[in-house]
């Protein structure tokens, strides 16, 4: 029995194999399956999209069109791509996360977080807030680049500032089911002892896909520095997280910026004017507002 199951396992591995390296087919049956598009979720399901939503299932495609469905539905309600940073500004008003000025190694974009500087309670503004970054970092990564990078400062956390158990398990909810295979890695840097206690908890919500993405950095440990200058470019890397750039958020500036990303998201998703829409040839044209 155990010979079966690992040439079943071998054979399931060089299906995957084929398919990333040819994809095609699949894309092309998980477009036929998910049917009419137009407007947003038009735009929202290019090729690479599908894609990864096909990795995230195994490239089951009645799994991957599950799963794509209820992303479109979540988004047709929650509305990530209207989100204006003026909604949520107060929010970043510590830095607690940002958009980093810098790329790794490897042209993902990254984001910095940093829990010690909690300063809001709201689940849903809290949440809201990560979904504009997420959607924001994802506008700024290069062509043939599809995932990001997080790293998390833990300078300053304590159980006071710490997110509820709540909050984490929604927004883990919403990054494996609705940002698929955008996140490549989250750096945990030298977390306290403290925290385990709470990751004890946390990790039970992952997936094992996304489980294996969270890596434990500590300053001391050669494996962990390793790791870092395998992804960074030290001069560009924050001391914070071992690096030697220096790490300062000016909220005004971000601000600025931010509003400034604002016009080009919308731009992006067809919301700066009232305009025809572009279908897939399923459907009648629609009407953006």
């Not at 890596?215 to 030290?234: I, P, Q, R, T």
């Not at 001069?235 to 971000?254: C, I, R, S």
């Not at 604002?262 to 009648?284: I, R, Y």
């Amino acid at each position: 029995m155990a010979m079966f199951r690992r040439r079943g396992s071998q054979r399931q591995q060089q299906e995957q194999e084929h398919h990333e390296l040819h994809p095609e087919s699949k894309i092309n049956e998980l477009k036929a399956a998910i049917g009419p598009l137009s407007g947003c979720s038009l735009l929202y399901c290019t090729d690479a999209c599908l894609k990864r939503y096909l990795e995230a299932r195994n490239w089951n495609v009645e799994k991957a069109k599950k799963m794509l469905e209820e992303t479109l539905a979540w988004r047709s309600t929650y509305k990530p791509e209207e989100i204006r940073w003026n909604e949520i500004a107060k929010e970043g008003e510590t830095g607690k996360v940002f958009k980093a000025n810098f790329h790794d190694r490897f042209g993902r974009t990254v984001l910095i977080m940093r829990p010690g500087r909690q300063n809001t309670t709201s689940m849903d503004n809290q949440i809201k807030h990560l979904v504009y970054l997420i959607e924001n970092a994802i506008l700024y990564l290069p062509e043939g680049q599809e995932e990001m990078v997080w790293l998390i400062d833990f300078t300053g956390w304590s159980l006071r500032t710490n997110v509820s158990i709540k909050t984490a398990r929604e927004t883990i909810n919403i990054l494996q089911n609705h940002y698929p295979q955008r996140l490549a890695v989250a750096f945990l840097y030298s977390p306290p002892r403290l925290f385990e206690a709470f990751w004890k908890v946390v990790k039970y919500f992952l997936d094992p896909k996304t489980f294996h993405k969270v890596k434990f950095v500590y300053l001391k440990n050669k494996e962990s520095v390793a790791l870092m200058e395998s992804c960074f470019d030290v001069d560009n890397l924050p001391t914070e997280f071992g690096g030697k750039a220096t790490m300062k958020y000016d909220h005004e500036e971000f601000s600025r910026l931010m509003i400034q990303d604002d016009v080009k998201t919308a731009k992006f998703w067809g919301l700066d004017k009232n305009t025809l829409v572009e279908t897939n040839g399923h459907a009648t044209p629609a009407l953006v507002a």
